[in-house]
């Protein structure tokens, strides 16, 4: 088996979320998903529907532009099970992970109903409550790369199918295109923090771009690397993984470059920082490939602790990890999951059960991990709460990578899949 350059390795993760097809062959279309109906019947108890309000925080590949992956949103607990289930367009697939805003939430999904070489991509918005669709936005021709919302604003991010640009649109909450701007390809989804969006681009541009709401670009500022994450941020920083294991800092309002460093242990194979890092108070969590997650002071790079996950090297890329005030969770294909104190990097617990390399999100009471075939819920220690199957279609020989995303908001459990279903998890009596 020849090896994979970086770019075709980027081209087949699909960043964002998607299907990676080996042999060729398109999405499966899965019957009695594409009409728009709930699978099953939607919750009817009044009470339950009272109880729904807006917490007026909103979820991003892991809810804020930190990535930490931690909500105020309490775990669904009690007789948890599927609310909804919707799935938009005629065959929709490589969804983004969802992002809910006060009311609703939202995917952005591809469709190549008339030509697989020039798919569209399109926004979808689904009441939060009751999983009625209220906004479907063709966005671009290409693939829908990520999302993000802020205050009355969604901005979107789409790549062009040949991987040489992409566009940064910014829309109301009910899709009215507000501005546009076209840029390099990009590395993921967008990270927003007071007002400022940052998106990160690569090959042969490898650099970071701030722009305000309005649609300004505020600065650019090219990396002395090859950048291979979306970019994290807090109010004093913007910091993005390069392909050497080095971590980029940049000052959040001039875009100078205040460090880089040296933070994962390299690995000759594969670039070492796949996963997007998270940053929380003054620190940053960094997943390697060496199996290990590395925090270090965001002031300039130090590593504070290095923790191995798994006690053996296989060589998977750690995902993001989700963060607390005092706990770094990591799921990992075989360590399961890993519960991290962050004042030392010591293990605290693991889970009995493997997982896979999905990042998991952490709220009020528990902690989710999306697999490929189920979403389950452990309390804050390794006790199993719940575990809530999803449906893989039967594709034989077609060899498709199904991504699972989670997002926690409003009390419930938010699950999308590559293939464009959106579920939503809850209790009912």
Not at 94 to 110: C, F, L, M, Q, S
Not at 362 to 382: H, I, K, L, M, Q
């Amino acid at each position: 088996m020849a090896p994979l350059t970086r770019r075709s390795l980027f081209r087949q993760m699909a960043i964002g979320g998607g299907i990676v097809s080996v042999s060729g062959c398109i999405a499966p279309t899965l019957p009695g998903l594409s009409n728009g109906k709930a699978v099953p019947t939607p919750f009817t108890n009044d009470a339950y529907k009272a109880s729904y309000v807006s917490d007026s925080r909103w979820v991003v590949e892991g809810h804020d532009g930190g990535r930490t992956r931690s909500a105020a949103s309490a775990l669904p607990h009690g007789d948890v099970g599927v609310a909804w289930l919707r799935r938009p367009g005629t065959d929709p697939h490589g969804a983004t992970p969802p992002i809910v805003g006060p009311n609703r939430v939202y995917i952005g999904y591809t469709e190549s109903s008339n030509d697989a070489n020039n798919p569209d991509a399109y926004l979808a918005g689904f009441d939060a409550k009751t999983g009625d669709q209220q906004l479907e936005k063709h966005l671009d021709t290409g693939q829908t790369v990520g999302l993000a919302v802020a205050g009355d604003k969604l901005l979107a991010v789409t790549r062009s199918p040949d991987y040489d640009q992409a566009t940064l649109t910014a829309l109301t909450r009910n899709g009215a295109i507000q501005w546009t701007d076209t840029l390099p390809d990009v590395t993921g989804s967008p990270a927003i923090v007071d007002g400022t969006c940052y998106v990160a681009t690569r090959d042969e541009d490898n650099a970071v771009y701030a722009y305000s709401l309005d649609g300004t670009q505020q600065w650019r500022t090219s990396i002395d690397g090859e950048c291979y994450t979306a970019t994290c941020a807090d109010r004093d920083g913007v910091y993005v993984g390069l392909s050497d294991g080095r971590i980029a800092a940049l000052d959040a309002t001039t875009g100078e470059r205040r460090w880089s460093e040296q933070i994962v242990t390299p690995v000759e194979c594969c670039p070492d920082i796949q996963g997007t890092p998270t940053v929380a108070d003054g620190r940053l969590y960094v997943p390697g490939i060496a199996e290990e997650l590395v925090a270090a002071d965001t002031a300039d790079g130090t590593v504070l602790w290095r923790t191995t996950v798994v006690d053996e090297n296989y060589g998977n890329a750690i995902p993001s990890p989700a963060v607390t005030a005092d706990t770094a969770y990591v799921n990992t294909y075989h360590g399961g999951l890993v519960a991290i104190d962050i004042s030392d990097g010591s293990i605290r617990w693991r889970s009995a059960e493997n997982g896979y390399n999905q990042s998991p999100a952490v709220g009020d009471g528990g902690v989710v991990v999306p697999r490929n075939d189920a979403v389950v819920a452990y309390e804050t220690s390794d006790s199993h709460a719940w575990t809530i199957e999803i449906t893989v279609p039967d594709i034989g020989m077609a060899a498709y990578s199904m991504d699972t995303e989670v997002a926690l908001a409003h009390g419930m459990c938010y699950v999308g899949v590559a293939d464009g279903r959106l579920y939503a998890i809850g209790t009912s009596e």
